[in-house]
């Protein structure tokens, strides 16, 4: 991408590149956003970019401080413990639809995203990814509109810790695991091994991330 953005891009595409610096860590977390600096860079106003802060301190992504400007969001312990518990929830809640109501053809697609994940173990920026793509599409699979905005919003305050939660030595291959014990739930048709799957792996998450 070219260091300045295109003159028709509108502060949605300025959230985007924002969003993309802090899950990058271009942007790290706790550190001053300098607004001026960015905007030279990117060859814009500071009126796009003031718009773009907005959304992502409504995601929390982003702290307004009164009379110190935007700080990359820190999430600490207790943030995590909160964010992964209403995800588990959610998240299981999904799973056990999934396994009731899912069509077989749905069920093979959401196997071939696992096996995507299988395949990527090796390379961590895949790996999350495809994790990530197979999460949604569990949960579009689910059809509530409103848990998918809520898990959206979450899932990104989640990422700003991510890059911690599978540098634990053997963690990647717990949460193959744990992906193979949701889809062997889910390919059995069981609600409740399905939910307890998913809660199991949110939990397991949860300490290899704090």
Not at 55 to 71: D, F, H, I, P, S
Not at 143 to 152: A, E, I, K, L, Y
């Amino acid at each position: 991408m070219s260091d300045t953005l295109a003159p028709r891009a509108l502060y949605e595409e300025v959230a985007d590149r924002l969003r993309t610096s802090i899950f990058d860590r271009e942007l790290p977390p706790g550190g001053w956003i300098d607004e001026l600096k960015l905007a030279e860079a990117w060859g814009i106003s500071r009126t796009p970019l003031r718009e773009a802060l907005k959304v992502l301190a409504t995601e929390g992504l982003v702290t307004m401080k009164v009379r110190r400007g935007a700080y990359v969001t820190e999430v600490n312990e207790q943030d995590l413990r909160e964010v992964y518990h209403l995800l588990s929830l959610l998240e299981s809640d999904a799973a056990a639809q999934v396994a009731k109501n899912a069509s077989d053809k749905e069920l093979v697609e959401l196997g071939g995203l696992h096996a995507m994940l299988i395949d990527a173990a090796s390379d961590r920026a895949r790996f999350f990814q495809i994790n990530e793509t197979f999460h949604m599409r569990l949960l579009a699979i689910a059809n509530n509109r409103w848990r998918v905005q809520m898990v959206t919003d979450l899932r990104k305050v989640m990422k700003l810790n991510r890059h911690h939660s599978l540098l634990k030595v053997g963690r990647v291959q717990e949460s193959l695991q744990e992906h193979q014990a949701i889809m062997n739930a889910l390919t059995a048709r069981h609600a409740a091994a399905a939910s307890a799957a998913m809660q199991r792996h949110f939990a397991n998450g949860l300490q290899a991330a704090a």
